[in-house]
Nanobody, 120 residues
Framework: QVQLVESGGGLVQAGGSLRLSCAAS????????MGWYRQAPGKQRELVALITSGGSTTYADSMKGRFTISRDDAKNTAYLQMNSLKPEDTAVYSC??????????????WGQGTQVTVSS
């Protein structure tokens, strides 16, 4: 069984930084795209950043220049480095990954989320 577990969330002051991790475990043949999303109270979930298996990245406009997504395939882990955090970045951050766990079978998995709170 494949699982994704996020870590690294917490409380930080505006202007500070956090680094989130998303670790995949279980029977994993390969991991395609990995992504970070966030959902603030009363708002819809929104894309933060994506990274392909080849390392290409995509960011939401409001995160460009402040957030950096990366991955370590040897560890089956994706990271989100968040700098210059703002109170409006407060949300639950979740990761997903398209994982091949057996021949000809790829499924999207989600983690449980980690809370990020930015105080003003």
């Amino acid at each position: 069984q494949v699982q994704l577990v996020e870590s690294g969330g917490g409380l930080v002051q505006a202007g500070g930084s956090l680094r989130l991790s998303c670790a995949a475990s279980g029977t994993i043949f390969s991991i395609n795209d990995m992504g970070w999303y966030r959902q603030a109270p009363g708002k819809q979930r929104e894309l933060v950043a994506l990274i392909t298996s080849g390392g290409s990245t995509t960011y939401a406009d409001s995160m460009k220049g402040r957030f950096t997504i990366s991955r370590d395939d040897a560890k089956n882990t994706a990271y989100l480095q968040m700098n210059s955090l703002k109170p409006e970045d407060t949300a639950v951050y979740s990761c997903n990954a398209d994982i091949k766990s057996r021949t000809n079978y790829v499924r999207r998995y989600w983690g449980q989320g980690t809370q990020v709170t930015v105080s003003s």
